[in-house]
């Protein structure tokens, strides 16, 4: 039990350190949830959760854009108007801030930027 908590790293609660010791093929021990919350307990393993992020407030306003095509997007000819939007996405072990313009006319891709922090 000691070694599948270990494995873990110490987040696997009983459900999951119960199905590493019975899946394990180098024992035949089988294990259930409620009998595995007791072991745990007798060796004093605990899980941990991962603390949830916390967000930054904003300590100043936004800049105010003025809406030039008052939702109007019938675009005529290509490079009139591009839009582009931010994203998150996760790579990997952290996650990072995805750009994207395109174009409005012909509604291609013209650049990305891809960064860890929203200052690109």
Do not use: C
């Not at 959760?49 to 939702?71: D, F, G, M, T």
């Not at 000819?77 to 790579?91: A, I, K, L, P």
């Amino acid at each position: 039990m000691r070694e599948a908590h270990r494995i873990s790293n110490g987040s696997a609660g009983a459900r999951t350190v119960a199905d590493i010791v019975t899946n394990d093929d180098t024992n035949d021990i089988s294990l259930s949830r409620y009998h595995t919350v007791r072991l745990m307990k007798k060796l004093e393993l605990v899980n941990y959760k991962l603390p949830k992020h916390a967000y930054k407030k904003a300590n100043r306003e936004h800049i105010v854009i003025s809406n030039s095509l008052k939702r109007q997007f019938a675009v005529t000819e290509t490079n009139q108007v591009w839009s582009g939007d931010v994203t998150f996405v996760s790579t990997g072990n952290r996650w990072a801030y995805l750009v994207v313009v395109i174009d409005l006319f012909a509604q291609k891709p013209i650049g990305w930027v891809i960064s860890h922090s929203p200052n690109i």
